[in-house]
């Protein structure tokens, strides 16, 4: 191809990231991503596109490469960033046949959507799967479709801060493009928040907030910077409560609710005050928690939001403290709430779903001590819930909790298996808090497991250890 100067490649480079972050918050395919890019960029070559479209360094692609030979016994090849730039940018020069499988593997991709196909590849659909390559074995029961290509990867979380951090470089007060940056970061990881280990994410959060500080003291658009530090520490709230942080909870989200209200976003200070809510009743401070939940009620707008607020803060609060009418009462509003709404059900930690209203409904009526209640709910929730997820970890511990008293054997192997699923580091405080529940409840059952059930949590690690160090592994 022909040769393109290094301004222009970095023109190419800032063009192609924010291609990147408008299809993301789009939710748009990586193989769209790299459509639309090379659509706009006609100098890129596809196996550049795609690695763009995953927000990529070459140094990222290249430490992908060598963690998929480490993964697989094998000792790394010296691939270096000048080999990739060449295969990117030189038409005659072409990785072999070693280097295109593991290059496809890392991307998720097939040599003829990188561009890599000279020797007629016949990779079919799904030969070269995420992770591993496809081999005939796979197909003992017919062929497989391609497994969907997953925008969010180890090595794109500290891309997203790059991103930010680019365009602060060239306006540290602020601008409309760090804005809208910043508020892509935010959408990204609250749609994303459940992929990560809560420590993983916590980091990177912390970093962009931390990036966008020194724009708040001046500048056009301090506001709206003011707003996405404020949902941030939303973000950081919530992350350090799966933590077991509580204190460093409570600063964070007085931070968001303080935001929220100074810049007039009233689903900031609602979800904020919601999240505080469940902090303190978790905390054992009942009367606090209601306080708080009915702050935020008074600061949700109609519909969704509101309903969220009073099915998330209001109801477990008033059953925690007994209130058996006042949470009826919040249940009922939250459904009419819903019934009027016109925001469809929305996803993400900000959002608010029919599992997540489930989750709320069963571990009231647990509360209010409504177990077959309790139960129907547990089992809708889980039921719309993928295997291995956060939410389906929840609605598998409150579904056990409502089963001791009838199936105490059937609820000991629930929390059995989500120990078995849900790896250490990627386990929230409010799921060992439900486990550590759930063993008190099994203890008087006989033939329940109980005892073995609580050897696997006494030698379960914390998620942040004695030194103040979160769970890596």
Same mark, same amino acid.
């Given at each position: 191809m022909a040769?393109?100067?290094r301004?222009?490649?970095?023109?190419?480079?800032?063009?192609?990231?924010?291609?990147?972050?408008?299809?993301?918050?789009?939710?748009?395919?990586?193989?769209?991503?790299?459509?639309?890019?090379r659509?706009?960029?006609?100098e890129?070559?596809?196996?550049?596109?795609?690695r763009?479209?995953?927000?990529?360094?070459?140094?990222?692609?290249?430490?992908?490469?060598?963690?998929?030979?480490?993964d697989?016994?094998l000792?790394?090849?010296?691939?270096?960033?000048?080999?990739?730039?060449?295969?990117?940018?030189?038409?005659?020069?072409?990785?072999?046949?070693?280097?295109?499988?593991?290059?496809c593997?890392?991307?998720?991709?097939?040599?003829?959507q990188?561009?890599?196909d000279?020797?007629?590849?016949?990779?079919?659909?799904?030969m070269?799967?995420?992770?591993?390559?496809?081999?005939a074995?796979?197909d003992?029961?017919?062929?497989?479709?391609?497994?969907?290509? !997953?925008?969010?990867?180890? +090595?794109?979380?500290?891309? &997203? #801060?790059?991103? /930010? @951090?680019?365009?602060? =470089?060239?306006?540290p007060?602020?601008?409309?493009?760090?804005?809208?940056?910043?508020e892509?970061?935010?959408e990204?990881?609250?749609?994303?928040?459940?992929?990560?280990?809560p420590?993983?994410?916590?980091?990177?959060v912390?970093?962009?907030?931390?990036?966008?500080?020194?724009?708040?003291?001046?500048?056009?658009?301090?506001?709206?910077?003011r707003?996405?530090?404020?949902?941030?520490?939303a973000?950081?709230?919530?992350?350090?409560?799966?933590?077991?942080?509580?204190?460093?909870?409570?600063?964070?989200?007085?931070?968001?609710a303080?935001?929220?209200?100074?810049?007039?976003?009233?689903?900031?200070e609602?979800?904020?005050?919601?999240?505080?809510?469940?902090?303190?009743?978790?905390?054992?401070?009942?009367?606090?928690?209601?306080?708080?939940?009915? !702050?935020?009620a008074?600061? +949700?707008?109609?519909?969704? &939001? #509101?309903?969220q /607020? @009073?099915?998330?803060? =209001?109801?477990?609060?008033?059953?925690?403290?007994g209130?058996?009418?006042?949470?009826?009462?919040?249940?009922?509003?939250?459904?009419?709430?819903?019934?009027?709404?016109?925001?469809?059900?929305?996803?993400g930690?900000?959002?608010?779903?029919?599992?997540?209203l489930?989750?709320?409904?069963?571990e009231?009526?647990l509360?209010?001590?409504?177990?077959?209640?309790?139960?129907?709910?547990?089992?809708?929730?889980?039921?719309?819930?993928?295997?291995?997820?956060?939410?389906?970890?929840?609605a598998?511990?409150?579904?056990?909790?409502?089963?001791?008293?009838?199936?105490?054997?059937?609820?000991?192997?629930?929390?059995h298996?989500?120990?078995?699923?849900v790896?250490?580091a990627?386990?929230?405080?409010?799921?060992?808090?439900?486990?550590?529940?759930?063993?008190?409840?099994?203890?008087?059952?006989?033939?329940?497991?109980?005892?073995?059930l609580a050897?696997r949590?006494?030698?379960?690690?914390?998620?942040i250890d004695?030194?103040?160090?979160?769970?890596?592994?």
């Open positions: 040769t393109v100067t301004a222009r490649r970095a023109a190419i480079q800032r063009a192609a990231q924010r291609i990147r972050m408008r299809c993301q918050r789009e939710h748009h395919t990586v193989e769209r991503t790299v459509t639309e890019i659509t706009a960029l006609v890129v070559t596809a196996l550049e596109a795609w763009l479209a995953l927000g990529w360094s070459r140094a990222d692609a290249i430490e992908q490469v060598a963690a998929l030979y480490v697989a016994g000792r790394p090849r010296g691939l270096t960033d000048a080999m990739l730039c060449r295969w990117e940018h030189d038409a005659g020069r072409w990785p072999d046949d070693e280097y295109t499988v593991m290059l593997r890392a991307y998720g991709a097939r040599p003829e990188l561009g890599l000279r020797y007629g590849w016949a990779s079919g659909p799904g070269f799967r995420y992770g591993r390559v496809h081999t074995a796979d003992g029961h017919g062929p497989h479709e391609q497994e969907p290509m !997953r925008m969010t990867t180890d +090595a794109g979380l500290p891309a &997203v #801060r790059e991103s /930010l @951090h680019l365009a602060l =470089l060239a306006s007060e602020g601008s409309p493009l760090v804005v809208d940056l910043a892509a970061a935010v990204h990881y609250a749609l994303n928040y459940s992929k990560h280990p420590h993983v994410l916590f980091e990177q912390r970093d962009v907030r931390k990036l966008l500080t020194p724009a708040l003291k001046s500048g056009p658009a301090t506001e709206d910077v707003r996405q530090v404020g949902w941030l520490s973000l950081l709230g919530n992350l350090a409560y799966h933590l077991d942080d509580v204190s460093g909870a409570r600063v964070h989200l007085d931070t968001a303080a935001h929220g209200a100074r810049t007039g976003d009233r689903r900031l609602a979800w904020a005050w919601g999240a505080q809510s469940m902090v303190t009743r978790t905390s054992g401070r009942v009367e606090a928690a209601v306080e708080h939940a009915e !702050r935020g008074a600061a +949700a707008a109609p519909g969704r &939001v #509101r309903a /607020l @009073h099915a998330w803060a =209001l109801l477990p609060a008033f059953a925690a403290a209130r058996g009418d006042d949470a009826d009462h919040a249940l009922a509003t939250a459904m009419n709430e819903l019934d009027t709404a016109d925001e469809p059900e929305a996803p930690r900000f959002g608010f779903d029919a599992a997540e489930a989750l709320h409904q069963a009231a009526y509360a209010l001590g409504r177990p077959n209640d309790a139960r129907a709910c547990a089992e809708s929730s889980l039921a719309a819930c993928p295997s291995g997820t956060p939410g389906w970890a929840a598998s511990l409150v579904l056990a909790q409502a089963e001791t008293s009838g199936t105490a054997r059937d609820a000991a192997q629930r929390a298996d989500v120990l078995d699923r790896p250490a990627r386990l929230r405080s409010t799921a060992r808090a439900r486990l550590s529940r759930l063993t008190g409840m099994l203890t008087s059952h006989t033939g329940a497991d109980a005892s073995a050897e949590l006494r030698t379960l690690p914390p998620p004695a030194h103040g160090q979160a769970l890596t592994s």
